[in-house]
């Protein structure tokens, strides 16, 4: 079993419509968490960075932690076609300053205009 | 101003060879890291150094060597090329209390 589960998708869904993505986690250390979007052929860009259990919100994106459960979620708010992209969740024992993230296997997001 | 950047973008090279690929990031952080992602996706650590140390060895094969001239720079050197290496490699920086920053990779294709 790994680390990390991501469902890979594809997840379609349309303009305008409230995506959520989720990961699920083995490893109770796991305390900092992050989301990353990928472009095709592109590197992963830093969406959202949590520490601990709750909620951070930026723009249209939330980032939920619920450590009781080992479970995270990726909100985004009024899906555009330049959403559709690769979503990958990280994390990491400690802060990551200094240590290697674990990270899902990405869930493909399709936002059909 | 590119904060992570890699270079070759694409390398292709035959089994036996020896490469090397380059990352310099001016964001000033003082950790880099090397990942591997494979044809499924998946990102996985290679190394880590800190301020010029390596931290972080992962389990791999020793053809694999980085090096770090300075916290700014972390290059990847690998021998006698196998086709499993054939994947996307990316370098990434951070500081503390903050995510990392990923470069924009180095498709490797091994023939």
């Known amino acids: 079993q790994k680390e990390v589960e991501q469902d890979p998708g594809p997840l379609s869904v349309p303009e305008g419509a409230i995506v959520s993505l989720n990961c699920t986690y083995s490893?109770?250390?796991?305390?900092?968490f992050m989301w990353y979007r990928q472009y095709s052929r592109k590197g992963p860009e830093l969406l959202m960075y949590?520490?601990?259990?709750g909620n951070k919100e930026d723009g249209r994106f939330t980032a939920q932690v619920d450590k009781s459960s080992k479970y995270i979620s990726l909100f985004i708010r009024d899906s555009q076609p330049s959403d559709s992209a690769t979503y990958l969740c990280?994390?990491?024992?400690?802060?990551?300053?200094?240590?290697?993230?674990?990270f899902g296997s990405g869930t493909r997001l399709q936002v059909q205009p | 101003d590119t904060a992570v950047s890699q270079t070759p973008k694409y390398l292709v090279t035959q089994m036996g060879n020896d490469k090397s690929i380059k990352c310099e990031q001016n964001?000033?952080?003082?950790?880099m890291y090397w990942y591997k992602q494979d044809s499924k996706k998946f990102l996985k650590i290679m190394f880590s150094?800190?301020?010029?140390?390596?931290?972080i060895n992962e389990t791999v094969p020793n053809r694999f060597s980085p090096k770090s001239p300075d916290k700014a720079h972390l290059n990847l050197h690998i021998n006698s090329l196998e086709l499993g290496d054939s994947a996307v490699y990316f370098c990434?920086?951070?500081?503390?209390?903050?995510?990392?920053?990923f470069g924009p990779g180095t498709r490797l294709t091994v023939t």
């Open positions: 490893n109770s250390a796991f305390q900092y």
């Open positions: 150094y800190n301020n010029k140390e390596l931290i």
């Open positions: 949590t520490y601990s259990s």
């Open positions: 964001l000033g952080h003082d950790t």
């Open positions: 990434a920086s951070s500081q503390e209390k903050r995510g990392q920053y």
């Open positions: 990280a994390m990491s024992p400690m802060d990551t300053g200094r240590r290697a993230l674990t």
